[in-house]
C-alpha cells in the first residue's frame, strides 16, 4: 500500500491506494477505452460496412436539442467541412483506439479522443434521461486514461520516454504517457 498526498482545493488531503491493482485497472481502463474506439472506427470503413460514412444525417437531424445544433447544420450543409468530418471520425476513431491499446502516445490519443467525445457527448444532447450519459462516461474514460499516463504501464509509451530523441525533447512526454 502507497499513501499519497494531494491538494484538493488548498487543502492537503493523504489517500491510501494498492499500486499493483491500481496499475492493472489503469491499463484495462487503457485497453478497454482504446478497444471500443477502435471498433468504432474500423466500423465505418466501406470494406467493413459495405457503405461509406456518412455523417450528414447525424449531423443535420440527430442533433436537434443540441445546444450546438447549428454547428453540427452548418457541418453538414458545407461540402467540405462535411467531406472533412467523413473522413476524420473514422480514422481520428482508429488511430485513437490503435494508439491507446498499443500505450503509443497515449496523452495525445486521449486528448483527442475527449475531443471528439465532447462533440458526440453534446451532438446527443436531447439529455431526455439526466446529463449523465454513455458520452460523458466516455469522455471520463479519456480523461482518465490521459490524466494517469497509462500509456507507461504495458505500453509503448516506457520505451518511447527512455529514448534519446525524447530525453532530448522533455516537453514530448507531454504527448507520451
Do not use: C
Request: proline share 3%; no cysteine.
Amino acid at each position: 500500500m502507497t499513501t499519497n498526498r494531494v491538494e484538493w482545493f488548498g487543502k492537503p488531503i493523504e489517500f491510501t491506494y494498492s499500486e499493483s491493482i491500481t496499475g492493472y485497472v489503469t491499463v484495462m481502463l487503457r485497453l478497454i477505452t482504446g478497444y471500443w474506439f477502435l471498433n468504432a472506427g474500423v466500423s465505418k470503413y466501406t470494406f467493413v460496412s459495405g457503405e461509406a460514412f456518412n455523417a450528414a444525417g447525424w449531423l443535420a437531424n440527430g442533433t436537434a436539442g443540441s445546444p450546438i445544433h447549428g454547428f453540427f447544420l452548418f457541418a453538414a450543409e458545407t461540402p467540405w467541412l462535411l467531406g472533412f468530418t467523413n473522413l476524420a471520425i473514422p480514422v481520428g476513431q482508429t488511430l485513437i483506439g490503435l494508439a491507446l491499446i498499443l500505450g503509443a502516445f497515449t496523452r495525445f490519443a486521449a486528448f483527442w479522443g475527449a475531443f471528439l467525445m465532447v462533440f458526440f457527448y453534446l451532438g446527443n444532447a436531447d439529455w431526455a434521461h439526466g446529463y449523465v450519459n454513455g458520452d460523458l462516461f466516455g469522455l471520463l474514460m479519456f480523461v482518465v486514461v490521459g490524466t494517469l499516463a497509462a500509456g507507461r504501464i504495458l505500453g509503448l509509451d516506457r520505451m518511447l520516454e527512455a529514448t534519446e530523441f525524447v530525453r532530448q525533447r522533455p516537453v514530448l512526454k507531454y504527448l507520451l504517457g
